[in-house]
């Protein structure tokens, strides 16, 4: 069986960031459960599910991993550092799956770190080190191995920017066009267009604003025709998930797709509607139809 050394976690984490296009695609659980080293069998994620993957054969952690909506959620502390949960059994105690993890700790070994926003589906964060335990709060520190020392306050800016920059990319801009598509099933709100690679996970509110959160409530899943239309204020939801096309729109007389993607949506409801929890936030569509009616 392959040993536990630098080298090999070096060459998985080259193997898994070219797998995931950079860090910017999920890869499959059956990609991870199935890969190998040298023809020999080295799944990266605990095949019973766990959220930590421990090799009998090895001294320290693998990889650890945090699930949407899952039972631990770890918490971003700042660019590039979370505090992540560590498993206790049914009695309230500190699991003995941990230990590895506390060994990675003290030893300085880099773990694999991945986000799964949908089931089967795996975002990779990066390698991280744990850089503290605390068994008090049953929490660990976690930091991506990228993070660099810096020498000075400007370094340490231009250091925290490019950390910033690089979690959005591998983490919260895949995980959000993730938990849209699948709550929409890949197909567009307003004309069900089914093709994936045409659609967008448009913001309800955008990033800067105050409600401007990465939730599925605050997403929706349109097609690159319609996304610009709501976005440019040329067509608004209202609260109940009504369409309204803007006057100047509706009095344009041109081709078809002016009529069948755009004036022909007037008064009508969104076409494809998630599972209750999953909706649109009224609040949210209703702040930005109020910006719709105002842009008229």
Not at 219 to 234: E, P, Q, T, V, W
Request: glycine residues 6%; hydrophobic residues 40%.
């Amino acid at each position: 069986m392959p040993s536990d050394t630098e080298e090999l976690r070096r060459r998985i984490f080259a193997d898994v960031l070219v797998a995931s296009k950079g860090g910017t695609q999920a890869v499959s659980r059956e990609f991870l459960l199935g890969y190998d080293v040298d023809g020999q069998r080295l799944p990266l994620v605990d095949p019973q599910g766990r959220g930590i993957r421990n090799r009998e054969d090895w001294p320290t952690t693998l990889s650890i991993v945090t699930s949407e909506k899952g039972r631990y959620l770890d918490t971003e502390i700042a660019p590039g550092v979370w505090t992540y949960p560590l498993a206790i059994d049914k009695h309230g105690r500190r699991d003995p799956s941990n230990g590895k993890l506390v060994r990675a700790h003290e030893d300085g070994v880099p773990v694999l770190y991945f986000y799964k926003p949908i089931p089967k589906q795996y975002l990779l964060i990066g390698q991280v080190y744990i850089t503290a335990i605390d068994l008090g709060a049953m929490t660990a520190t976690v930091e991506l191995a990228e993070r660099a020392e810096a020498g000075s306050a400007v370094e340490a800016e231009i250091e925290r920017m490019w950390i910033d920059r690089l979690v959005r990319t591998r983490l919260h801009q895949p995980r959000f066009r993730m938990i849209v598509m699948d709550a929409y099933t890949s197909r567009c709100a307003i004309c069900a267009l089914p093709e994936a690679s045409l659609l967008d996970a448009a913001h309800i509110r955008g990033d800067t604003d105050p409600n401007g959160q990465p939730v599925v409530e605050n997403g929706l899943a349109l097609c690159s025709i319609h996304h610009r239309a709501y976005d440019a204020k040329s067509i608004g939801i209202d609260e109940n998930y009504r369409l309204h096309v803007s006057p100047r729109l509706l009095a344009m007389d041109d081709g078809p797709v002016l009529v069948h993607a755009i004036q022909a949506i007037e008064g009508k409801l969104l076409t494809v509607l998630p599972e209750r929890k999953k909706r649109p936030d009224p609040y949210r569509l209703d702040l930005t139809f109020k910006e719709f009616l105002d842009a008229q």
